[in-house]
């Protein structure tokens, strides 16, 4: 016959068992499409490895431009490259900072950023970067933003970015930089 002691113990370790079990049942579920995980961590399936968003952010601004920054880890087997992005608040480009007749500038890159397999890449101020032009609200500091990355093999990740105040890069942008073309 049990002790009342291990009566008393059964229940509470049933219980713990079965909480883990159905803990790793939904970690290693999976829904076919990447999903977003909270800010700073983002993290997803894309291409034909694995691209993590780490401490995705935005420059606040009240108007026009802005620009969407993170470091881009890729841990799988082959490169991936990013070819696009999209956002609600604004039309968006991948931009790099180059130079130009002996001045930095900032223009939209061609063929995107590639992140290699097993490495990182920055996207950072005064580097390449997510410009976001033509905003069409403010984007104030702790506003949280849906950025979606499209990559070269179609897939795409989204992942959320919060804006902070930042003065660090002191960007300047060319007149008509952004500006929507003339019809």
């Known amino acids: 016959m049990p002790s009342t002691t291990s009566r008393r113990f059964l229940r509470p370790a049933a219980l713990i068992g079965a909480a883990v079990l159905a ?18 961590s983002a993290s997803a399936s894309a291409a034909a490895g694995v691209l993590t968003v780490r401490d995705p952010w935005v420059k606040a601004a009240d108007k026009g431009m802005t620009a969407a920054f993170a470091t881009l880890a890729n841990d799988g ?18 931009h790099e900072m180059a130079m130009t007749g002996g001045t930095m500038k900032m223009r939209q890159k061609q063929g995107g950023v590639v ?16 410009m976001l ?10 506003d949280q933003l849906d950025i979606t990355l499209t990559f070269a093999d179609g897939r795409t ?26 019809s």
């Open 23 to 40: 803990a790793s049942v939904t970690a290693c579920g999976s829904s076919g499409t990447p999903s977003a995980a909270p800010p700073g």
């Open 77 to 94: 087997d082959t490169d991936v490259t990013i070819t696009g992005v999209t956002t609600d608040v604004s039309r968006a480009e991948i």
């Open 115 to 130: 992140v290699a397999a097993r490495s990182r890449a920055a996207l950072e101020p005064g580097g390449d970067h997510l």
């Open 133 to 142: 032009m033509d905003l069409t609200r403010p984007v104030r500091a702790g």
């Open 157 to 182: 990740q989204t992942f959320t970015a919060v804006a902070k105040p930042f003065t660090g890069a002191q960007e300047t942008y060319a007149p008509g930089h952004g500006a929507s073309p003339a």
